[in-house]
């Protein structure tokens, strides 16, 4: 079975420009979480939909980050304008909404701003 | 106090040791608990999961859970040097659609 599909899995532009990050979830999961992970920072939970809607975005660090959920199987993480201090790896991961199941983590997309 | 805390490392052990990894956490409504382990420019890959008291055992690792001390472990035996990477406390509460709360990490480097 496929896993969660991240894309880009590279991703480097210039300070200002719009940057959009993309997952696949796993077939059947209704759940769906974006993660930051830097050094400084660890992993961070940015936002997580249930059923293609967003529960918690209390994570998400300011406005310029933005994420949609159109349907079970897309999900896009949308930075604009994008700075520096974004440069980290995002993760996307998905599971089922119950208690007892773990969350499956894609590949990451390594992000830098420069 | 952060809600999930791991033994801060980094933690070096020699090939053949057994490496023990400590994580304590608030929530007392806790119900699921995770360790995942993440080489160096991977993803989180889960591998290990635990929900009631007790042991749970498979292969080398071993988890460990004590709810009434908030206390969760992983064992790992003979641990070898591929056993080298950051492993992840994760913990999960009862309605919380999956969401995972997860400790900050702790290196582990098995040297040969």
């Known amino acids: 079975d496929a896993g969660v599909i991240q894309s880009p899995r590279h991703e480097v532009t210039e300070m200002g420009q719009e940057v959009t990050l993309r997952c696949k979830p796993i077939?059947?999961?209704?759940?769906l979480f974006w993660y930051r992970q830097t050094m400084m920072r660890g992993l961070e939970l940015l936002i997580y939909?249930?059923?293609?809607?967003?529960?918690?975005d209390s994570g998400m660090p300011e406005d310029r980050f933005s994420a949609k959920m159109p349907n079970a199987s897309f999900s896009t993480l949308k930075i604009q304008p994008s700075e520096p201090r974004d440069s980290a790896v995002y993760f996307c991961?998905?599971?089922?909404?119950?208690?007892?199941?773990?969350?499956?983590f894609g590949d990451g997309t390594r992000l830098s701003i420069l | 106090q952060k809600e999930v805390e791991q033994n801060s490392g980094p933690l070096s052990v020699p090939e053949g040791a057994i490496a023990s990894l400590n994580c304590t956490y608030s929530?007392?409504?806790?119900?699921?608990f995770f360790w995942y382990r993440q080489y160096s420019g991977k993803s989180p890959e889960l591998i290990m999961s635990?929900?009631?008291?007790g042991d749970k055992e498979d292969g080398r690792f071993t988890a460990q859970l004590n709810k009434a001390s908030q206390y969760v472990s992983l064992l790992i035996r003979d641990s070898q040097p591929s056993d080298s990477a950051t492993y992840l406390c994760?913990?999960?509460?009862?309605?919380?659609?999956?969401?995972?709360?997860f400790g900050q990490g702790t290196i582990l480097t098995v040297h040969p």
């Open positions: 939909f249930n059923n293609n809607v967003p529960i918690d």
């Open positions: 077939s059947g999961h209704n759940s």
């Open positions: 929530d007392r409504g806790s119900q699921s």
């Open positions: 994760a913990v999960q509460g009862g309605t919380s659609y999956g969401k995972l709360t």
């Open positions: 635990i929900y009631s008291n």
């Open positions: 991961a998905s599971s089922f909404d119950r208690a007892d199941q773990p969350q499956h």
